[in-house]
């Protein structure tokens, strides 16, 4: 089993619609969670970090279950311009060396 | 602020030969990394530096070598390039210590290396 999974997509969605992603993991000792967005041909960046209480940053909300081992993304009123592939990312060894573990990344194409 | 930079942007080698990737931060960042993308894949950890003068293996080590001797500074080398080393390849840097520091917990990525092994 991979240690962080997601599903490839693409999720083709219209502008303002509401499109959610989770992503899975198998270290249920893994403390730090992060969703990273990567626009094609470019490096990935930090979207958010995931807290136990889950977070939310405009039309981004992010949350944690750690029952089930999954993170989820969810994207209200999408613009094109949120088009891009999204990374799970997870710190499995909270050591505080962030040597993380990138998911392959869910596409996201959104149309006018 | 630069960030993160990357030089080559873009490289063609033949198998066998060698070449060295340079990042560089001006973020004063402590902790250094190089990954590698391959389609279908996710970033993969190759060498990663805590401090200066200081490195460790990653999850795919093997074929590569990296120095840290100036804390701004992370080069990786590749000795006799191989296909297999055809890739995207990413550096990028961070605190050490992410706690109380706004954005503390992120990876600064650079731009990205794009190395063809013929």
């Known amino acids: 089993r991979k240690e962080v999974e997601q599903d490839p997509g693409p999720f083709n969605v219209p502008e303002g619609a509401t499109v959610a992603f989770n992503c899975t993991y198998s270290?249920?000792?893994?403390?730090?969670f992060f969703w990273y967005r990567q626009d094609c041909r470019k490096e990935p960046k930090l979207l958010m970090s995931v807290y136990s209480s889950g977070n939310e940053d405009g039309r981004f909300t992010a949350q944690l279950n750690r029952a089930s081992q999954y993170i989820s993304l969810l994207i209200r009123d999408s613009k094109l311009s949120d088009s891009a592939t999204y990374l799970c990312v997870v710190d499995p060894m909270n050591t505080g060396f962030q040597k993380l573990v990138f998911g392959t990344g869910t596409r996201l194409l959104v149309s006018p | 602020n630069a960030g993160v930079t990357q030089t080559p942007k873009f490289r063609v080698l033949k198998t066998g030969q060698s070449m060295t990737l340079l990042c560089a931060q001006d973020m004063n960042h402590e902790y250094m990394y190089w990954y590698r993308q391959d389609p279908g894949m996710g970033l993969r950890l190759i060498h990663y530096?805590?401090?200066?003068?200081?490195?460790a293996k990653g999850e795919v080590p093997d074929g590569y070598n990296v120095s840290r001797l100036k804390k701004q500074n992370f080069l990786l080398g590749l000795e006799s390039a191989a296909p297999s080393q055809t890739s995207v390849y990413f550096c990028a840097s961070s605190y050490s210590n992410p706690s109380g520091l706004a954005g503390g917990d992120t990876q600064y990525f650079g731009p990205g290396t794009r190395l063809t092994v013929l």
């Open positions: 530096s805590v401090g200066e003068g200081t490195t």
């Open positions: 270290n249920s000792a893994s403390q730090s």
